[in-house]
């Protein structure tokens, strides 16, 4: 398995930015996808889900109608737009094949702040 996470960034409160995870090694359009994240000095928060065919997505309280999570199986990529980004937001982005993180790529960092 390998996730190779990218786009993150440096980024205006209220700003907009989209992840990418390239993935490889594994059924990619069989599998549900997950992303989750982890400020600083805090543990791993799961962030969204989507199924295997894309069909179904979900999200935690604090980023349901600001982030969009979908995929590309015939790219074997995932993406997270996030959008009307806040301060909090500002952690390392992960994505992942289980929701708890354990099988997840090394990351990539964003940053909101003015």
């Known amino acids: 398995v390998q996730l190779v996470e990218s786009g993150g960034g440096l980024v205006q409160p209220g700003g907009s930015l989209r992840l990418s995870c390239a993935a490889s090694?594994?059924?990619?359009?069989?599998?549900?996808m997950y992303w989750v994240r982890q400020a600083p000095g805090k543990g791993l928060e799961w962030v969204s889900r989507?199924?295997?065919?894309?069909?179904?997505?979900y999200y935690a309280d604090s980023v349901k109608g600001r982030f969009t999570v979908s995929r590309d199986n015939a790219k074997n990529t995932l993406y997270l737009r996030m959008n009307s980004v806040k301060p909090e937001d500002t952690a390392m982005y992960y994505c992942?094949?289980?929701?708890?993180?354990?099988?997840r790529g090394q990351g990539t960092q964003v940053t909101v702040s003015s």
């Open positions: 989507i199924a295997s065919n894309g069909a179904f997505t």
């Open positions: 090694g594994f059924a990619f359009s069989n599998m549900w």
């Open positions: 992942a094949i289980d929701g708890g993180g354990a099988v």
